[in-house]
């Protein structure tokens, strides 16, 4: 059951509603389980479009509108279209699903694959990584 729930839980950031995909998963849970959700840090979008629009950081930290970019440092034939979030989306969203965060980490690349890859290892130290949560449905009451 567990893969079952993080194979569908890659998609969170296509669905239309992500609390009520939250609450599905949610409801798909063995008594003990969790799900576990990784996003791209949001901040790496505001950096991403200020610099892309020559705006501030606070200015597109909060813009709500989606854009679309070719990511330069990984593959120039790709257009990335991206719905912005901001923290407080990402919380609020958990919390209206009825889910409560256990753990959360951003993960940081290993130094041996940073020096295999050190366009990439520029890239995520200017424009951060991701986050990834463990979230755990809230307790009964």
């Not at 993080?6 to 950031?13: I, K, P, Q, T």
């Not at 919390?95 to 995520?124: D, F, N, Y």
Request: hydrophobic letters at 40%.
């Amino acid at each position: 059951m567990i893969s079952r729930i993080w194979r569908w839980c890659r998609g969170f950031g296509y669905a239309a509603d992500g609390v009520q995909a939250l609450r599905t998963a949610r409801g798909m849970l063995a008594e003990d389980g969790f799900i576990l959700l990784t996003r791209t840090q949001p901040i790496r979008y505001a950096i991403e479009r200020a610099e892309q629009d020559g705006t501030s950081l606070g200015e597109e930290y909060f813009r709500t509108e989606s854009f679309a970019y070719r990511h330069r440092n990984w593959n120039d034939d790709v257009t990335l279209t991206k719905r912005p979030y901001t923290m407080s989306d990402l919380l609020n969203t958990f919390s209206a699903a009825g889910l409560w965060i256990e753990a959360t980490i951003e993960p940081q690349m290993p130094v041996e694959a940073a020096e295999r890859h050190p366009h990439k290892h520029a890239v995520m130290n200017r424009y951060l990584g991701i986050l990834m949560f463990k979230l755990r449905p809230l307790p009964a009451r």
